[in-house]
């Protein structure tokens, strides 16, 4: 069946950088798009861009340029979402979501990964 | 791009039909029939329930629907049930991007 496994929550101090990886198993990496979103505490589901899993080119939100890098590995089936510089309104979980229903809708979600940002 | 609008929240008995609707513009919801919405019961996955405006994916039941009309899309859920009460956002395809409405809360009453 299809799985997005993410890895395990951070705790990070500003400034530092962190990076998020998520597993696909059960289909094929490099068929669906990979989405990135996030849900700071509180807030709602905010897109963060998407990665073409054929070709490693990322798309990035207006919000989401800079400091964000999604990146693959399709020798272990794995994305990447690496921040950079990191502030304390970082603090948010972060899902990576396949784009399998067409169009940038997100059809299999992984379980999400606390990031949490403080001094 | 702004965030689709939704109403914030929305209730009904077990039982009943509630409808959430998802407002855009003619560059997104009206533009495109790439609508999709979300299930999202805190501290867990979100969960697709409806794409393509109004197509199910398999496993989500038929009193999920979607529809949409000019730039505004909606989800009504029928026959309510206690499992329902969670947040539901709708998702919008615009231009090689995609965006979220700031969400729904849904109580069961």
């Known amino acids: 069946q299809v799985q997005l496994v993410q890895s395990g929550s951070e705790l990070k101090k500003p400034g530092a950088s962190v990076k998020v990886s998520c597993k696909a198993s059960?289909?094929?990496?490099?068929?669906?798009?990979i989405n990135w979103v996030r849900q700071a505490p509180g807030q709602g589901l905010e897109w963060m861009g998407w990665?073409?899993?054929?070709?490693?080119?990322?798309t990035y939100a207006q919000d989401f340029t800079g400091r964000f890098v999604f990146s693959l590995d399709t020798s272990v089936r794995t994305t990447y979402l690496e921040i950079s510089s990191l502030k304390t309104e970082d603090t948010a979980v972060y899902y990576c979501a396949r784009a399998g229903a067409g169009f940038l809708q997100s059809d299999y979600w992984g379980q999400g990964t606390l990031v949490s940002v403080s001094s | 791009q702004s965030a689709l609008t939704q109403p914030r929240s929305v209730s009904g008995s077990p039982g009943q039909s509630v409808t959430i609707s998802c407002s855009g513009t003619?560059?997104?919801?009206?533009?495109?029939?790439?609508v999709s919405w979300y299930q999202h019961h805190p501290g867990k996955a979100p969960k697709l329930m409806i794409y393509?405006?109004?197509k199910r994916p398999s496993g989500v039941p038929d009193r999920f629907s979607g529809s949409k009309s000019g730039n505004t899309a909606s989800l009504t859920i029928s026959g309510l049930q206690a499992e329902d009460e969670a947040d539901y956002y709708c998702c919008s395809y615009a231009d090689s991007s995609t965006m979220f409405g700031g969400g729904t809360k849904l109580t069961v009453l």
């Open positions: 393509d405006v109004t």
């Open positions: 990665i073409n899993t054929n070709t490693g080119n990322p």
């Open positions: 003619s560059s997104d919801v009206g533009g495109y029939n790439y």
């Open positions: 059960g289909y094929t990496l490099t068929t669906y798009a």
